[in-house]
Every structure is written in structure tokens, then in C-alpha cells.
């Protein structure tokens, strides 16, 4: 599904020069569900952001999906970005003063897809969640646990084939923190790969695989799924 070679991303100021990724390889099969930790400035959000054609980079080859995007313009970019890419962040990015239904509404419109499919999808996406109920409610009435998976359904709409996830579960307790990682393990089983950065250890080890960076790099930690160890 994602394939980066040797990618390199330079920030550069007038003073400062950061190389937030130095010759990162990295892939990620089809159907997987891989967790990336890694210490803060390590270069999660970046990897991530260039994982989702939010960024661009400096040095490397990404394929993404069987194709080649290392050299897209802008506008092809962020064309790929609307046919592919979920995105679901910490802070959850829901638009305060629309209700849910038009919260999950706004990628589609992007999309260019019919008002009739984008009812059915919004109502789709919003059950799947377990926010069939609530499609007139706004942000602010719901709990943060709630907001996520409203979010979660804005991403699923568009039937994504990556789902990239920034910190899901940073500003849940853990009860709804455990609540959204099963959403997240119930969407991948139907057959979305998923990457996600985690501080949690806990729902890192329950991802099929780890990644570790430190400083601009990764390191594959391969854990062997629990459905193969016997030990459940
Ligand atoms: P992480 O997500 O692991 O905390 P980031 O990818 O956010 O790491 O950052 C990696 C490095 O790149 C850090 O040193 C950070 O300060 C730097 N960085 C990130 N974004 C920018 C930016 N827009 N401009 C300059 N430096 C940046
Ligand atoms: P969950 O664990 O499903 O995320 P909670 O137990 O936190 O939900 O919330 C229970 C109910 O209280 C929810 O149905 C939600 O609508 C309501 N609620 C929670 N937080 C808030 C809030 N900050 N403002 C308004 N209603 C809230």
C-alpha cells in the first residue's frame, strides 16, 4: 500500500536547518494495521503528513498504492490526497458549528459525489460508529469519545484505502481511548490498512506491527499477532 524509500525531509529557516527525516524506508502492506512510536521531534507527524500527500519531501521515492508520488504538483497532490487518504488527528478537527451530519458531509463535497449518495454515505458512516442517533448533534454537545468516532465516520465516508491516524486516542481517558482503538481494529478487519502514531503502549502492542523512530529513522519491531500465538 505505502512504500517510501530513502525519504528525506529538510525544514529549513534563515538560521536553522532540521532534518526531520533522514532516509526513512518504511512499507506497509495492504490490510495492515501498523503503530509508530517514537520519542517527541522524532518525526511521527512528519512521516505521517508525507505519508497522507499533505506534505511534500526532500529526497526519497514514496509509492503509494502502486504509484509513484514522489513528483506530483500541488493540486494532483491533494486530487490523490480526496480518492485515497482518511484522516483522523488528536484534536479530533470537527467544525464546531456544524451538526455531525454535515461535519462528515464536507469531504464529500469535495469529492464532487451526488447529494443522494452523499445522505446515504453520511448516515452509513455515522451508524458504523455508533452515531446513528446523534447526526444533529453538534461537536460541542457530544463527548470527546463520541467526537472521535464522528470523526472517524468523516474519514470512513470517503471509503478510504489508507486510514492515517495522528495521536486517536491523546485527549481520551482510557476506557474511550480502548473504545476507539476497537473501532479502529473493526475497520481494519474490514479491510482498510491503518497506520497510526501512539504514546500508548498499550495500543501500540495491540497493532499487527511497530515502528520506532528516532530521529528522522525507523526500525520495524515485528510483533507476531496474538491470533498466532496460542496465548489468548
Ligand atoms: P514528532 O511527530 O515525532 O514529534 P515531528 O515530525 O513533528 O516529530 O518533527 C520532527 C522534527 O521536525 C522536529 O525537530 C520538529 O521541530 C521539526 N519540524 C516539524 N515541522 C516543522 C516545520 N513546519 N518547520 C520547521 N521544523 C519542523
Ligand atoms: P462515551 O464514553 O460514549 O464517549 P460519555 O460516557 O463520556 O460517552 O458520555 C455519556 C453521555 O453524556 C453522552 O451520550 C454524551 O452525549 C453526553 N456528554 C458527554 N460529555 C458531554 C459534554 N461535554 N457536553 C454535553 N454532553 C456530553
Redesign the pocket.
Known amino acids: 500500500m505505502l512504500q517510501m524509500n530513502q525519504i528525506a525531509k529538510v525544514y529549513r529557516t534563515e538560521l536553522v536547518e532540521t532534518h526531520a527525516l533522514r532516509a526513512l524506508d518504511l512499507q506497509v502492506a495492504e490490510g495492515e494495521f501498523v503503530a509508530v512510536t517514537g520519542p517527541s521531534g522524532s518525526g511521527k507527524t512528519t512521516f505521517l503528513n508525507i505519508a497522507g500527500l499533505l506534505e511534500s519531501f526532500t529526497g526519497g521515492t514514496y509509492i503509494l498504492d502502486g504509484e509513484n508520488v514522489s513528483n506530483l504538483s500541488d493540486a494532483a497532490r491533494s486530487h490523490l490526497r480526496n480518492q485515497k487518504i482518511g484522516f483522523i488527528f488528536q484534536g479530533f478537527n470537527l467544525i464546531p458549528d456544524l451538526n455531525l451530519f454535515d461535519n462528515v458531509d464536507v469531504p464529500l463535497r469535495y469529492r464532487g459525489v451526488s447529494a443522494k449518495e452523499r445522505k446515504e454515505r453520511i448516515e452509513h458512516a455515522l451508524s458504523e460508529v455508533g452515531l446513528g442517533s446523534r447526526m444533529k448533534h453538534y461537536p ?7 467526537q472521535q468516532r464522528a470523526a472517524i465516520a468523516r474519514a470512513l465516508a470517503g471509503s478510504p484505502r489508507l486510514l492515517l491516524a495522528d495521536e486517536p486516542t491523546g485527549n481520551l481517558d482510557t ?2 481511548a480502548r ?1 476507539i482503538m476497537e473501532l479502529l481494529e473493526d475497520i481494519n478487519s474490514k479491510g482498510t490498512t491503518i497506520v497510526m502514531v501512539t504514546h500508548d503502549p498499550e495500543l501500540a502492542a495491540r497493532a499487527q506491527r511497530n515502528v520506532h523512530m528516532v530521529d528522522g529513522v525507523a526500525t520495524d519491531i515485528v510483533r507476531p499477532s496474538p491470533l498466532f500465538t496460542g496465548n489468548q
Open positions: 460541542g454537545e457530544l463527548s470527546g469519545g463520541q476506557q474511550m473504545s
